[in-house]
């Protein structure tokens, strides 16, 4: 890791001097590439409710290892939101309601019931910095851990993204090809799930959603072929991720909205180029 940060220091950037932006910088970096890949199939496979929920899910997550004491918030968190994710999945896939239905009901108990935890006693107030996060705040540790899960999420994807695909399109399908649809879904929303649980403190419960959506929105407007896409969601989320955090910190405003106003920023103006792209 001293490498890493002996070669961020030749950069020509006068906030690169500081720690905390070194910090805040590299896991941009890691993070924000994997919001892109994810981004695709959320997008594709119109899952941005889902993802929304995922939020609203974590912070029950917290609610539950803050009041039970069993925990840390963060283990409890990361818990909670693959259990949570697993459980919509299976519900959504051994029953004949709708997934806007069954994702509205888990995201509308989750957040009730976080709220209630979460001001019993007036503790809100500690714990609102999960609604808002901070980038800057993130340690050398979990820079590390932010790596492992990087290389990880990299291998699931790139060996589950053809079953995947296939049973997102159409379950009979993959089901003829000896694909559970189930399966590969639910491993999906485990990645998912795990994503979020470990940014949403960076990131922010109410600004999650929007990068899990925002890059691969982006990139449709101005792709036409799959290996463009990816590359795209990639690209526009990290740049609204460098982007967004050099921005934050010259004109001192919350990092993570500042990254979600610039990914915002660049969907619209792809949207405006959409007829020079899209033919």
Request: net charge positive; proline share 2%; hydrophobic share 60%.
């Amino acid at each position: 890791m001293d490498i890493v940060f002996n070669l961020m220091d030749t950069l020509p950037f006068d906030f690169i001097s500081y720690a905390f932006m070194k910090h805040a910088l590299l896991a941009t970096l890691l993070v924000t590439p994997l919001f892109g890949i994810l981004s695709t199939m959320v997008v594709e496979s119109r899952m941005a409710f889902f993802s929304d929920s995922l939020g609203h899910g974590a912070f029950t997550g917290i609610a539950v290892g803050v009041v039970c004491g069993i925990f840390s918030p963060k283990l409890s968190l990361l818990i909670f939101s693959v259990i949570f994710a697993i459980l919509i999945t299976y519900i959504k896939n051994k029953t004949r309601m709708g997934a806007d239905t069954v994702i509205g009901v888990f995201s509308s108990t989750a957040i009730a019931l976080g709220l209630m935890l979460m001001t019993y006693g007036g503790e809100f107030q500690k714990y609102a910095k999960y609604l808002i996060g901070d980038l800057l705040s993130i340690k050398e540790a979990e820079i590390l851990t932010l790596t492992a899960v990087f290389l990880l999420t990299v291998l699931i994807w790139a060996l589950m993204y053809n079953k995947l695909l296939i049973g997102m399109v159409s379950a009979s399908v993959a089901k003829s090809r000896g694909v559970s649809p189930f399966f590969y879904e639910a491993v999906f929303a485990s990645v998912l799930a795990v994503i979020v649980a470990i940014s949403i403190e960076w990131v922010g419960i109410l600004l999650i959603n929007s990068l899990l959506v925002l890059p691969a929105a982006a990139a449709r407007n101005v792709t036409n072929n799959v290996k463009s896409y990816h590359f795209c969601s990639v690209l526009f989320a990290m740049i609204s991720g460098v982007t967004g955090l050099i921005t934050a910190f010259y004109i001192d405003t919350s990092a993570g909205a500042t990254i979600v106003a610039v990914g915002a920023a660049l969907f619209f103006v792809t949207l405006l180029l959409r007829k020079k792209f899209i033919k």
